[in-house]
């Protein structure tokens, strides 16, 4: 028998769950100081003396959910971007919550659901998004089939569940997203509190853009050399890019108009649209209004500025600084304008629906679907508003054909 060059790991306690670390990774026993835990050690060690390189799990031992939620989060890590790896995170809270310490083979289709009703009853969720989550718990245990950690026959029968319909009891619905009308965004424009912002907020409506690809618009992800007419902006990070690739946003000569006086003097990692060249940006015109005169405590306030910018702003705008930028600005206008001129609440992903309801509007829905990167026209439709424009021009434009003086139903 081969001698271990380390200690044999030991049985630990997480919560109600016993556990030994190897290698780094987690191998959970099943609940603590129970028979079947002491039988799962004891085995994971008989198997460790015989074969140290041990690692991965054999079928013929007993998997946990939360071990094999453990593994999950471990294979998708390298291969899913942020905000989808997040999703899995908050989905395996709820799993292992409620049936950490239970076999695999021992979840079921009413398991299932029981999870869902915990996702209901924090009421944070809406009714698309348990379904979602109810779908990622189903994937976790189709990739268990794959790894022979569960029954294949368990993945399939976790799919009869069917999704929450509308008006289940205990769920709710978010209103859809509606699009921003043009008008609106041109009277937010003065009042935005830097260009940056108001350059952000065309740029995003002549492209379609989603918000974080706007403000995680790097310098060097823009090639201004390929073409005479045209340049294009490749994301680092694309939400659906782990389903199509990569993708290209083509900008024209608006667009060209509005990024460009960013794009000088920056280094290719530093970002198009940032908060510090809006703050400067801000200063700038502030002093430009002021109308006393600088005071000696001043100057050196703005030379102490100048040698050491404030460390507290970042370089890139978030989704929620870019929301709360538009916000400041409406409200900004509310103050100004008159009672009948006040701008209506939007925000900046409303422009994406925008861009492709305009889109439609004039060129058609392929080219809306062209615009937003969508592989399937059915995504393309949520985004879409027009229907409700042409369903206001045939109301303007409708005749009763049952009115008596109407030339269609005169008798001769």
């Not at 809270?93 to 409620?98: A, C, K, P, W």
């Not at 700038?284 to 000696?296: D, F, G, I, N, W």
């Amino acid at each position: 028998m081969p001698k271990l060059k380390t200690r044999l790991p030991k049985m630990c306690r997480d919560r109600n769950q016993a556990f030994s670390w190897h290698n780094g990774k987690r191998i959970y026993h099943g609940v603590w100081a129970s028979p079947e835990a002491e039988k799962s050690y004891k085995r994971f060690i008989a198997r460790l003396l015989e074969s140290p390189e041990f690692l991965r799990l054999d079928r013929t031992d007993d998997v946990f959910v939360a071990e094999l939620a453990d593994s999950f989060t471990d294979f998708i890590a390298p291969r899913l971007d942020k905000s989808h790896t997040n999703h899995f995170k908050i989905v395996i809270g709820f799993l292992v919550e409620r049936y950490g310490e239970l076999a695999v083979d021992d979840f079921s289709p009413k398991r299932l659901r029981l999870v869902r009703d915990l996702m209901i009853q924090t009421g944070r969720f809406c009714r698309s998004t348990i379904n979602d989550y109810t779908r990622r718990i189903i994937r976790i245990f189709q990739w268990g089939a794959e790894e022979e950690l569960v029954d294949p026959s368990m993945a399939i029968a976790l799919k009869t569940v069917k999704s929450l319909r509308k008006g289940e009891q205990g769920t709710f619905d978010r209103p859809p997203r509606q699009n921003v009308p043009d008008d609106v965004v041109r009277r937010t424009l003065p009042f935005f509190s830097s260009p940056t912002v108001s350059a952000m907020v065309q740029t995003q409506r002549l492209t379609g853009c989603r918000p974080s690809e706007i403000f995680n618009m790097r310098v060097g992800e823009i090639d201004t050399t390929r073409d005479s007419e045209l340049w294009y902006y490749t994301p680092g990070s694309y939400k659906t890019g782990h389903f199509v690739g990569a993708i290209e946003f083509p900008l024209g000569k608006p667009e060209q108009d509005l990024i460009a006086p960013y794009l000088v003097g920056k280094r290719p990692e530093q970002a198009v649209f940032s908060p510090r060249t809006a703050m400067q940006e801000k200063s700038k015109r502030q002093r430009a209004e002021r109308k006393s005169k600088l005071t000696p405590s001043q100057r050196e306030r703005d030379r102490q500025r100048a040698e050491k910018p404030a460390s507290d702003v970042g370089e890139f705008y978030d989704k929620d600084s870019y929301r709360r930028a538009v916000e400041y600005a409406i409200k900004k206008a509310n103050r100004h304008l008159p009672e009948g001129e006040k701008v209506p609440h939007w925000t900046p992903y409303m422009l994406r629906h925008s861009a492709a309801t305009a889109t439609e509007l004039s060129d058609g829905e392929e080219d809306a679907q062209a615009l937003l990167g969508h592989t399937q026209s059915s995504t393309t439709k949520r985004y879409i508003k027009s229907q409700l424009t042409r369903r206001e021009a045939l109301a303007r434009n409708r005749r009763n054909p049952f009115d008596v003086g109407d030339d269609d139903g005169e008798q001769d």
